[in-house]
């Protein structure tokens, strides 16, 4: 590989990536956001790129992660045959390409203790936890709060409760199951546009609305903490008892 930069990884880096990459498992899959390059590792000693943007930033990530993994120890293995994806030019186009990107890799994750697919859980039966609230600090030197939330996915192969970081959850289940929330005996379930224009065009919403099957979402639900990807959502409530009966 031609390089065509002096760039070389601090002893930090070094030292995080020895820590990271010697704990990934064989036959996982690095993605590292927004680089637009993805690294499986075949052995304990080397790694392969399996897909790379044709885009002159992701080449140099590519530069930067390989001097970085040799820095480690690792030989890193570019394949001839290596299909180069061209991204669109529109951002929002881009931005979706990349999501999907993430969700296919996100497929392949497994459970640490068993190896069973993720993916092949039920994830009606995972659990949204509030972890804590941190100050964050804001571009202008302040500091605002931030709730941080997990999600815990029990593996129905060994039984181990996975943490899930709720990102990495999404791509995992998708919307519609990301977008809803049990809590109690009810069933919180965003409602696209599209769904509530059906719902005020039905009349549901005329004279006063009293049945309050939809809602939007605030903060907090009574004494309990909302996860904050549903804040200002409308979605409809469902009766979780009445359905099990």
């Not at 993916?119 to 804590?132: L, P, Q, R, T």
Request: one cysteine or more; hydrophobic letters at 35%; charged letters at 25%.
């Amino acid at each position: 590989m031609v390089r065509s930069m002096d760039w070389q990884p601090s002893e930090e880096l070094i030292a995080w990536g020895n820590e990271h990459f010697g704990g990934m498992p064989v036959d996982s899959t690095w993605a590292p956001d927004d680089s637009g390059v993805q690294y499986r590792k075949m052995s304990e000693t080397s790694y392969a790129l399996i897909f790379m943007l044709n885009h002159p930033l992701a080449q140099e990530h590519h530069e930067k992660f390989t001097l970085l993994m040799e820095a480690c120890g690792y030989t890193v293995e570019k394949p001839d045959g290596l299909e180069m994806v061209t991204p669109p030019i529109d951002p929002a186009a881009q931005a979706q390409m990349n999501f999907h990107a993430k969700q296919e890799l996100a497929q392949s994750w497994t459970c640490p203790e068993c190896g069973f697919p993720l993916a092949n859980n039920d994830f009606s039966k995972s659990v949204y936890e509030f972890v804590e609230t941190i100050d964050a600090e804001t571009s202008n030197g302040g500091t605002t709060p931030i709730d941080l939330w997990r999600v815990i996915l029990s593996c129905e192969s060994c039984g181990k409760d996975n943490t899930i970081d709720p990102d990495d959850f999404h791509l995992l289940a998708g919307d519609e199951e990301f977008m809803r929330w049990r809590n109690g005996d009810k069933e919180y379930i965003a409602l696209t546009r599209e769904q509530l224009k059906d719902f005020a065009d039905s009349g549901m919403f005329d004279e006063g609305y009293s049945n309050r099957t939809v809602t939007v979402m605030g903060k907090m639900r009574g004494e309990d903490r909302v996860p904050p990807w549903l804040w200002g959502i409308s979605c409809l409530v469902k009766n979780t008892i009445d359905e099990e009966e």
